[in-house]
């Protein structure tokens, strides 16, 4: 379900992502990847500060083709059969919504921080 499908409540429940969660989506904003493909892009994105673990990895993977966030690519180059991982287009709103919603978090933060005490 898209976040705008849902109601005020259930928007609540789905944000905010959690760093990890928020960091595999990312990883397959920009293209479909497999599982290590996404592990190692998640470990670079975050200066090696955020090494998920592989049974993180597919919980978070399991839960997201669940909400159908992403869906399950086969790529055609691979020898191995490979699964791969790509957003749908509910995830990318989704993403694009958790996006946003860090911006403005971002934007108030920096004014609230920036206010001199009087």
Do not use: C
Not at 70 to 89: D, H, P, V
């Amino acid at each position: 379900m898209a976040l705008d499908d849902m109601s005020p409540k259930a928007m609540i429940e789905t944000l905010p992502l959690t760093e990890p969660v928020l960091l595999i989506l990312l990883s397959l904003a920009g293209q479909p990847r497999h599982g290590y493909s996404i592990l190692k892009d998640v470990e670079q994105m975050s200066d090696g500060r955020v090494v998920l673990s592989t049974g993180t990895l597919y919980g978070a993977l399991r839960r997201l083709l669940d909400d159908e966030w992403i869906e399950r690519f086969e790529e055609k180059e691979s020898s191995r059969g490979r699964q791969a991982y790509r957003l749908t287009s509910q995830g990318r709103r989704n993403l694009q919504a958790e996006v946003t919603r860090m911006k403005h978090l971002t934007r108030l933060a920096s004014l609230r921080a920036a206010l001199k005490e009087i």
